[in-house]
């Protein structure tokens, strides 16, 4: 089993920055993918960006590339997402999810946080 726990969400104006870390404890080694994922208000989830953990990769949606940063601190054992020149349009519920096997872009992944919220005003 793997437990993630999200923390650092908020409000901010538009333009301004914040960071999200996600924590992984538990049979975290064996994981493909770290990935975040949001859900605005009214909306369905969607793909932000992920952390291919064995693989070295890093995928972004179009909608945040440029803008938004994955990473991790393997000091602190989190993937981090650092989110700048925000827009309320980016105003959603952010989940970090893993899984150990599979695709990216799918949504079937095994491991879920509880959730952050991030809102953006205008």
């Known amino acids: 089993q793997v437990q993630l726990v999200e923390s650092g969400g908020g409000l901010v104006q538009a333009g301004g920055s914040l960071r999200l870390s996600c924590a992984a404890s538990g049979r975290s080694f064996n994981l493909l993918f770290i990935t975040w994922f949001r859900q605005p208000p009214g909306k369905e989830r969607e793909f932000v960006a992920a952390l291919g953990v064995s693989i070295g990769r890093i995928f972004y949606s179009d909608s945040v590339k440029g803008r938004f940063t994955i990473s991790r601190d393997n000091a602190k054992n989190t993937v981090d997402l650092q989110m700048n020149s925000l827009r309320p349009e980016d105003t959603a519920v952010y989940y970090c999810?893993?899984?150990?096997?599979?695709?990216?872009?799918?949504?079937?992944?095994?491991?879920w946080g509880q959730g952050a919220q991030v809102t953006v005003s205008s």
């Open positions: 999810a893993a899984k150990p096997r599979g695709g990216v872009w799918d949504h079937d992944y095994d491991y």
